[in-house]
């Protein structure tokens, strides 16, 4: 892991109410007009903060991206909880999205960019899915 990932040992601050206060998930997903059967790429998709919130909006797949196991598990536990069928996590990088090319109506890349190794590489990802 370099300098600029995550420590999953910090993830109580991806669910706060400071971070709630300072960036509710329901305006940006209100900008993404997410509806109906679109598809989302939530790329660092951390504890789902984004992603479940994405899930309650459309019937399309919500895909949960995000390097770290630990982050993953809790989406598929939360997911499963909330019986939201239609949320699929991916363990990968930025760098190298493990999906087929044009296969997502809308990409999600909240405060995440800063911990792509290359930053071009990772925006033509997001561009190709």
Known sequence: MHDRRFNPEHMAKLESPERRAANPPEPLLDKLNLRDSLSLLDLGAGTGYFTLPAAERTSGTVYALDIEPRMLDIIRSKAEEREMNHIQTLQGQLENIPLE???????LASLVL????????????????
């Open 101 to 107: 090319k044009e296969s997502v109506d809308r990409v």
């Open 114 to 129: 800063h911990e792509a190794e290359t930053v071009d590489r990772a925006v033509a990802e997001m561009y190709a899915s």
